[in-house]
């Protein structure tokens, strides 16, 4: 059959109507509204899935460890929120060469990690806040004490910052919202105890941040886990 002009210029202009339609795409879909992170009260909305565990923890027979609610001892030990922290905080094997011995904890404040020396030049990472401006703990230490549930007592310097702690001026009880948390390990250094500790706290949402008097604060069941993993007399510095 022969087309006419008209038949032709009809027949080109479908088809190319056909194909801009076929070329079309769906706009893209809206956000999500990003869940809040805290409910109206002030408590914090998350859940207890942390990163998981890299490929080089197997070597070292490290294992994911539980952040749901569990019984510790006669206390129970609350949940974390580990979507709450940034990832880069959440306990991890990494590779990390050292001339420090195996068990040896290096302190980054910069950073706001801690490093467990491993062998082959791996370390076990974990998460930390660290002092504010002025209070950070730098230098070298042992561990000469470990605590389960400690008892936390408030220096004199913070009495004077805040009175209302001169009701612990004799010390708080361990517990779940006792600052020192779960465990505690506490620091010698310049040959005496100058109030450094690195210590479980029921804060976990400011995991990475600049906000302690200058302890080292854990999440509780990594403040656990590495007090289960190294004795008195562990060798700690700051890097």
């Known amino acids: 059959m022969i ?5 032709v210029l009809a027949s ?3 088809t190319c109507a056909l194909a801009l339609a076929g070329c079309e795409t769906a706009p893209p879909p809206a956000p999500v509204p990003e869940e809040p992170r805290f409910t109206e009260d002030g408590r ?5 899935r942390a990163k998981p565990l890299s490929d ?4 070292f027979g490290i294992t994911p460890i539980s952040y749901e609610e569990r019984l510790d001892g006669d206390r129970i030990l609350p949940a974390t929120g580990m979507s ?15 001339y420090h011995p195996p068990g040896t904890i290096l302190v980054q404040n910069s950073a706001r990690h801690l490093f467990l020396i491993l062998d082959d030049g791996h370390a076990l990472r974990y998460g930390i806040s660290v002092g504010r401006e002025g209070r950070t703990w730098r230098g070298r230490g ?12 408030p220096t004199a310097r913070m009495i004077r910052e805040d009175p209302s ?3 612990f001026a004799g010390g708080m009880p361990g517990g779940p919202r006792n600052p020192l948390g779960a465990r505690a390990l506490y620091l010698m250094s310049g040959g005496r105890d100058q109030g450094y500790r690195i210590h479980g706290t029921p804060e976990y949402w400011l995991i990475g941040e600049y906000v302690s008097s200058g302890c080292i604060r854990m999440v509780n069941q990594d ?17």
């Open 3 to 7: 087309l006419t002009r008209r038949q």
């Open 12 to 14: 080109s202009t479908a």
């Open 44 to 48: 914090p909305i998350a859940t207890t």
């Open 56 to 59: 080089l923890a197997a070597r």
């Open 84 to 98: 709450l922290i940034p990832p880069q905080f959440h306990r991890q094997v990494v590779e990390y060469p050292s």
């Open 142 to 153: 042992r561990i000469y004490r470990r605590a389960v549930w400690p008892t936390w007592t």
């Open 165 to 167: 702690l001169s009701r």
């Open 223 to 239: 403040a656990i886990d590495l007090y289960e993993r190294v004795p008195i007399g562990t060798q700690v510095f700051t890097i």
